[in-house]
C-alpha cells in the first residue's frame, strides 16, 4: 500500500470517530469549565499540549495521582504510541514505540529507541515517579530538540523544582494487598522544601521506601547444589523435600529512592539547581512463571501452576543508580542560556539459572544426575554527559535552538558460570586429570568506552500568525572500543591438568566509530484558534557499537570442546536509522470542553538492530536486520462533562513489519521476510480515564476514578517464526476513590479489578524446550504476567508554613 493511501485509510479512521463523537457534546453542560491546560517544556519552550505542533502527551501529577501510576510500565498505558513489557523489577522493560522492535520477548530486551530524560539530564534507569510535576512523552525522533540522539521518542520525568518562598512539605503511607501473595506491602514518604537564605537559596528533599511483597511462588530450588536432585522423582513426596525447597512470594522487591536539591537564583536572570538521585533496589527473582510452559514430557508440567517458578535456584538482583547533576539556567536578553551537567553510576549484582542453557548446547552435562548450574554477574556503568543549550528569546519572526552534547560512558562487567560438582563426576566418569574446588565453569569480562559528541539545532520561521515553518539538524560522532576475554578454567583444569584455582584472560579489542547528519523538516498551520494542523519529516539514529564478546581463534572450527567466541562478522553492529512522516491534527471544541488529537504516521527504519547470539557458546550479540517499517494512526481525547465528570481516552493502531529479506535473524538461523510482523507490541491499543468529583460533608471532596486499558494480541518472535506464538490481548480495570480535606486525602484503590491472569511478554520459546537437548528438564521457557489484583489504601497529608 502506498503511503498516500495509509495516510487517506487512515483520515477516514479518525475522521469517523470524529464525527462519532459528535452527539456526545450535546450533553455538555454550557456553563462547565474549560479543560485545564497542561504547560509543556518538550520544544525547550513554555507551551500546552495543544498548540506544540508535535506528538506529545503529558500526563500531570494529578493524572498520575487518579490513575495510580509509579512506574515506566503504567505510563505506557495511557501514552498512544507506546509499550512497555511489565517484566518486574529485577530486569530492565523494552520500550517500544511505534511499534520498532524486532527481538523476541524476553528480560534485557529493551529497544533502545528512546530517550530518557530526569530533568535536563539523560538517565537510562527505571526511577520511581516521586515528587514528579509531570511525565512528558515525545514520539518520534527527537535529534535535534535534545543532546540524547533518539531513533523513536523521548521520555521527560519533570520533578517539582525547590521553591524560593515557602515553608512546605508531603507525609505519606499506604498499604496494599496482592492477590496470591502472603503478605502485605507498603509505602512511605516525605517531601521537605524550605528556603535558606533570603528566597534566593532554597532546598528540596524526599525519600521513599516501597515494599513489594511479591506474588510468585520458587517452589523448585534445590537444596544444596550439586548435591541435590534438580529433577526427583516427583512422585515420591519425601525424595522431593530432600531434595528441593520452597519460597514464597520470591518475586518481590524493596526499593528505596531519595533526592535533595539545591537550588540558588541570586538575580531573576540566573537560576541554579545542584542535585543528587538515589535509588536503591533488591529483587528476590524474576517474575518469571512456568505454568503452561514446560514441555509435555516434563513430569513437572503437571503439578505446576499458574504463578510459580520452576527455577532451580534462587535469582536475586541488587540494583543501585546515582545521578548527580547540575542544572544552570540564565537569561542573557537576546537568548536563554541552559548548561546541564550529569554524572551517573550504575551497579548491579545479580545471580540466576544457567542450568538451561548448558543442557541445551548439548555437551553431555546433564548426564550428571545432580547437575545444576548458576551465573553471578556484576554490572558498572559510569556516565558523564554535558548539554549546553541557547535559545532564542526575541519577538521577531525568526526563532532558534541550538545546542552541543557530549557524553562519554564506560561499562564494565564480569560474568561467572558456576557447576558444582560437576567437576567430580568428569573425574570420575570421563577421565578427567583433577578436580576444580570452586566449579568455576566459565568467566567472561569485558570493558567498553564510547564517545558521543552532536551539534543540534532548530529554526523556526513564522511566514503569518497562522503559518510556521521549522528545519532541525544534528551533526554528530561516535566512537566506542571493546575489550573482552573469556575463559573455561573447569575444562582446562579438569581435561588439561591447568591449576585448580587458575585463571587465564587474554583480552581482545574491537572498535566502531561513524559521524553523519540527520534532519527535520516541520510545517504547522493553525487553521483557527481551536484547530491546529502540522507535518513532520524527520530522522533518528542510534548509534552502532561493538560486542562485547572476545574474538575467535583462527582454528575455531577445528576445536571439538565448547568454546565462547564471536565470529569476525559477529564482533561490530552498524547504526540503525529511522525516516519519519507524521501528520498530526489537534483541536479544541465546545469552549475548550473536548480536545481531541489524533497522527498518522509512516516510518521507514534502515538496518534495525536486533538481538542474535553467537554461533559459539550461544553468547547475547547485537546483529543488523535490513529493514522494516512502521504505520498508523494515534489518537487522544479529553472532555469535560460537567462541573463534576471528566474523561479522557486513547487509541493507537500501529501495523510493523519487516519489508525486505533479513538472513539468520532467528536464533536457529531461520530468516525473516518481507511482510513479517515485528514482535512485542500490539496492533491495537485503547484506554478510557473517568473522573466523578463531588463534594461531600460540606467541605471534603470525594473524587471516584476508573481506568480502563486494552491491547490485542503480540507475537513473541517476527513473523511468528521460530516457532514464535501469539500471546492474547487483554483488558485490565483500575477504580479509586479519594476523600480529601483541604491539606489531606484519603485513597482506597483496586488495580486490576477483576484478577485478570494475562501474559505480557514471554522468554524464549516453546521450540527451545520441545526441540532442544534434555527437553523433560528444559525450564528455560517461562512466562512474565501481569500483577494480581492489588487493594491499597493511601494517606497524604501537606502542610506549607
Known sequence: MSKTRLLFKHSAVAAAVASGLLPILEVFAQDTSGIEKIEVTATRRTGTVQEIPLNISALNDDVLAQQNIDDLSDIARWVPGLTIQDQGGRS????????????PSGPDSDSGTVATYYGEIPLDADIRLLDVKRVEVLIGPQGTLYGAGTLGGALRYIPHEAELDVVSGKVYGEAFDIAQSDDFGGEAGFVFNTPLIDDSLALRVNFNYFNDPGFIDYNYIVQKAGVSLPD?????????????????????????????????APTDNIDATLSYLYQKQETEGRSIVHGDTLSPSNPLSDRIGQYE??????EPR????????????????FAELVSATGLSRFEADGQRDQTDLLVRLDFGYEEFPAFSSFTRELDETDTFTQEIRLVSQSDSALSWITGFYFSKQEVEGMSQEFTPNFDKFAVENWGGIQARPDALEYLSVDFVESYERALFGELTYEISDDLNITLGMRAYEYEISAESAVDLPLYYTVFEGRAPDSVELELLSTNAKDNGTLFKFNVSYQATPEI??????????????????????????????????????????????????ELGFKSSWMRNKLHFNTALFYVDWIDPQVQGATQFGQQPIIINADSARARGVEMSSRAVISDEFTMYATFAYTQAELTSFTEALHANGEHGYSGDRLPGSPERQFSLGANYSVPVFDDKMLDINYGLTYQSDIITKTGLRDDGETLSGYALSNISARLSGESWGLTFYVDNLFDKYAVVSARRGAADITTANGADIQRNYGYFITTPRTIGLRFDYDFEL
Open 232 to 264: 526427583p522423582d516427583w512422585n515420591d513426596e519425601a525424595t522431593t523435600a530432600q531434595n528441593l525447597r520452597a519460597e514464597k512470594d520470591h518475586n518481590g522487591e524493596t526499593t528505596k529512592t531519595a533526592r535533595i536539591a539545591l537550588r540558588w
Open 318 to 333: 541488587d540494583k543501585e543508580d546515582d545521578l548527580l547533576s547540575l542544572e544552570v539556567s540564565a537569561d542573557l536578553g
Open 532 to 581: 491546529l494542523t502540522y507535518f513532520t519529516a524527520s530522522e533518528g539514529l542510534r548509534i552502532g557499537g561493538a560486542n562485547a564478546v572476545a574474538a575467535c581463534p583462527s582454528d575455531v572450527f577445528d576445536i571439538d570442546f565448547q568454546n565462547v567466541c564471536a565470529l569476525p562478522e559477529e564482533t561490530l553492529y552498524k547504526a540503525d536509522t529511522t525516516e519519519n512522516f
Open 92 to 103: 530492565g522493560s523494552p520500550i517500544i514505540v511505534r511499534g520498532l522492535n524486532t527481538n
Open 309 to 314: 517458578s520452576a527455577y532451580r535456584y534462587e
